[in-house]
């Protein structure tokens, strides 16, 4: 909230103005998840259910990865020897000897693994995520680690909302004499902006092994 009232140069009124801008806030962290495909904050002893492709790695979805407690496969224990973190921003665990492949078999008579049944068969339990500034204020960690880029392409989503509150946000253009509207195309009616294309590009994650 601190961060958004300075983007608009604005004074906290304990009331509407706050209650909107913190709306603004939520939805376009939510925008920007959804986007990205993926959770930005911060979470420990989250447990994960994955499917395994018969890789070097599995992959789960909070990152980056900050530590790995436990990976369990069929209920047995995999020795913490036996892996390690080699890409935490990507999510990637990698075993040297390989994960299952947890796929299903096709009935025939080598009864071969089938190519996207993989079902989710390896238990990993882990933290990761970045602390973001709301989580700091909450006192759950003392420092945040969010890049500030994503913290700025929220902020300009906020700001967008702010300078065209009250406007029907599909309209990019008007003229007043022989009156005409110009329509937006694409995402949030033409209120994305570039910033926030950019950083969308960034970050997304692409799901796969």
């Known amino acids: 909230m601190a961060a958004a009232l ?20 939520s939805s376009s962290s939510d925008f920007l998840a ?28 909070r990152t980056p990865i900050l530590s790995v ?26 075993r040297a000897a390989g994960w299952p492949w947890s796929a299903s078999r096709l009935p025939s008579i080598t009864w071969p693994p089938m190519p996207g049944s993989e079902a989710p068969i390896v238990r990993v ?16 960690f003392a420092t945040r680690t ?26 990019k253009s008007e003229s007043l004499l022989s009156h005409s509207v110009t329509y937006a ?3 949030e009616g033409g209120m994305l902006p570039q910033v926030v294309r950019d950083v969308v590009e960034r970050y997304a994650r692409v799901h796969n092994a």
């Open 146 to 171: 969010l890049p500030h880029d994503l913290e700025d392409a929220c902020l300009a989503m906020v700001a967008t909302r702010f300078a065209r509150r009250g406007a029907d946000l599909r309209v």
């Open 69 to 94: 407690t436990s990976i369990l496969y069929r209920g047995s224990t995999i020795p913490s020897t036996d892996y390690s973190v080699t890409e935490a921003e990507a999510g990637r665990i990698y």
């Open 34 to 61: 959804n986007a990205c495909h993926r959770t930005f904050h911060r979470a420990d002893a989250i447990v994960e259910d994955v499917p395994a492709f018969g890789t070097a790695y599995l992959l789960v979805s």
């Open 6 to 25: 300075d983007e608009l140069d604005l004074v906290s009124d304990g009331g509407a103005q706050d209650a909107r801008l913190e709306r603004w806030i």
């Open 185 to 187: 195309d694409g995402e």
């Open 125 to 140: 339990t882990y933290s990761g995520g970045w602390v973001t500034p709301q989580q700091v204020v909450l006192g759950a």
